[in-house]
Nanobody, 121 residues
Framework: QVQLVEYGGGLAQPGWSLRLSCTASGFTFSRYAMSWARRAPEKGLEWVSGIYNDDSDAFYADSVKGRFTISRDNAKNTLYLQMNSLKPEDTALYYC??????????????WGQGTQVTVSS
């Protein structure tokens, strides 16, 4: 079965960096686009970033553009999110998500349990 396990979250001060990772199993990782999404307290799910299956292109929400970088290693079945210049508004539970076949980058069919990122001074 599909499994997505995120890790790398934690507590950071404004301006710090964190790197999230997501290990995937149960499907052919290299065939599917992947995304990161987040849910802030008392807010809905927000798409953060997505990357095509062959790493040919990546896209970002305006709120993180220029600060976050998504990448993947298909040989290791792993998705990454490098988060720089963190802001308090980046505080959220971050999910790794598999994009459904033929779907847009914010249309998921599986996601993990999430990893918490808290940005506070």
């Amino acid at each position: 079965q599909v499994q997505l396990v995120e890790y790398g979250g934690g507590l950071a001060q404004p301006g710090w960096s964190l790197r999230l990772s997501c290990t995937a199993s149960g499907f052919t990782f290299s065939r599917y686009a992947m995304s990161w999404a987040r849910r802030a307290p008392e807010k809905g799910l927000e798409w953060v970033s997505g990357i095509y299956n062959d790493d040919s292109d990546a896209f970002y929400a305006d709120s993180v553009k220029g600060r976050f970088t998504i990448s993947r290693d298909n040989a290791k079945n792993t998705l990454y999110l490098q988060m720089n210049s963190l802001k308090p508004e980046d505080t959220a539970l971050y999910y790794c998500a598999k994009v459904r076949p033929g779907g847009l980058l914010w249309e998921y069919d599986f996601w993990g349990q999430g990893t918490q990122v808290t940005v506070s001074s």
